[in-house]
């Protein structure tokens, strides 16, 4: 399990290399706050959550607001966002927010599409049958209601109780090793080497009735 200063190191490195490999567009490097003795809180330079606030909203009006207040992380080429936040209350991790938001406009590709149709890596990202679905990672204790909302938990699209119980709460590096094979695997494939990130887990936290749904997880 990782501690607040680890977790916030494999942030950076994360970033480092995917800005190395020419997969960003536009990073920010996410703030390191004490918001008490031994509370941390590590994220977007706003320290704020946009996600959380922006409800029974549209997805188009949920990304612009997202993308133009900058709070996210990372920026993908083809315009999808990455917000990675964690916080931990005396040094022990109590929340988690993971979110990918796919691009509703493809910008990029619609003003210069032969660069991305004459590379490979980006074979992924412009299929016209593409549907953008935000999905998110949450780690929630503190609303922990067995199998109605699991401590962890994957939300797909912005349904309300969308919930699928995950084992245990995600890492940075286990969260962009998803995002990259499911939604860039050309590219993923291609950098390979480079983006063989390690493996890093936290402690197991689903129950035995969580378990016996179709559930999310992972072993190192």
Known sequence: MQNHKDLYNEINSIIITLVRVSLVDHQIFPSYIQTGINNFQIGPSSGKDLSIVLKNVEYTDTYK??????????????????????RYDNSILTYHRLAFFPSPFLEHYQNEPEIYETDEIYADIIERNILPVPIRFDY??????????PRCHLTLGQFKNCRIPVCSPITPSVFIRFILRSFYNTAFKKFSNDLDFPISLFKEDITASEKKLLHVSINS
């Open 65 to 86: 607001a997202i993308d133009e207040n900058k709070n996210y992380i990372l920026k993908m080429l083809d315009g999808a966002l990455i917000q990675f936040m964690y």
């Open 140 to 149: 929630d204790p503190a609303s922990y209601r067995e199998i109605d909302h």
